[in-house]
């Protein structure tokens, strides 16, 4: 069964920092871009980053260009997100997920979701 | 960055019932464009992607389309676990990759 499970998420100060996992299994990690998407309480979906296969293309929403960094071990079969100057609005869950496609770009895989949660 | 609209905001519909969500995208984003849906404290499920082509495992009572930068997904007879909310997300112009606002159908 192919499957993502995310953790890492917590309580965090603002201007603080965490780092979030991803650790996939049951496919081929290395074959597939992969993505952030986050949901703040009660809102939609905000795509957050994403990285290429081998790491070399990584691109970011605006809002966090300069303060997340994707990245991903690929002989881990895990996808991770630096996430620093953490402020009040980045709370939400974040999930984990596949992306396929050469055009459509989907993601067609996603975890349950971590939670983070800014607070002063 | 492309813009996605969604209509309406929310639906109250039946079993049974045909249903119709518009997407609309503020430029032309040719069939780049998927549909989820999400249930309340899970994750999203990919619907259709690439406008019109089904997921595997998916019910075939869901279907997409296109019409310009409009897009629309269909659900033919409601059932009891659909009541959901449903995003669109266009990939044409990327980054970033753009999700609609939702639409809850209840």
């Known amino acids: 069964e192919e499957q993502l499970v995310e953790s890492g998420g917590g309580l965090v100060q603002t201007g603080g920092s965490l780092r979030l996992s991803c650790v996939a299994s049951?496919?081929?990690?290395?074959?597939?871009?992969m993505t952030w998407v986050r949901q703040a309480p009660g809102k939609g979906l905000e795509w957050v980053a994403n990285i290429k296969q081998g790491g070399s293309e990584k691109y970011y929403v605006d809002s966090v260009k300069g303060r997340f960094t994707i990245s991903r071990d690929n002989p881990k079969n895990s996808l991770y997100l630096q996430m620093s100057s953490l402020r009040a609005e980045d709370s939400a869950v974040y999930y984990c997920?596949?992306?396929?496609?050469?055009?459509?770009?989907?993601?067609?895989?996603w975890g349950q979701g971590t939670t983070v949660t800014v607070s002063s | 960055d492309i813009q996605m609209t969604q209509s309406p905001p929310s639906l109250a519909a039946s079993v049974g019932d045909r249903v119709t969500i518009t997407c609309r995208a503020s430029q032309s984003i040719s069939t780049s464009l998927n549909w989820y849906q999400q249930k309340p404290g899970k994750a999203p499920k990919l619907l259709i992607y690439?406008?019109?082509s089904l997921q595997s495992g998916v019910p075939s009572r869901f279907s997409g389309s296109r019409s310009g930068t409009d897009f629309t997904l269909t659900i033919s007879s409601l059932q009891p676990e659909d009541f959901a909310t449903y995003y669109c997300q266009q990939s044409y112009s990327t980054p970033p990759l753009t999700f609609g606002p939702g639409t809850k159908v209840h």
């Open positions: 049951g496919f081929t990690f290395s074959s597939y871009w």
């Open positions: 997920a596949r992306q396929v496609g050469t055009y459509y770009y989907a993601m067609d895989v």
């Open positions: 690439a406008a019109s």
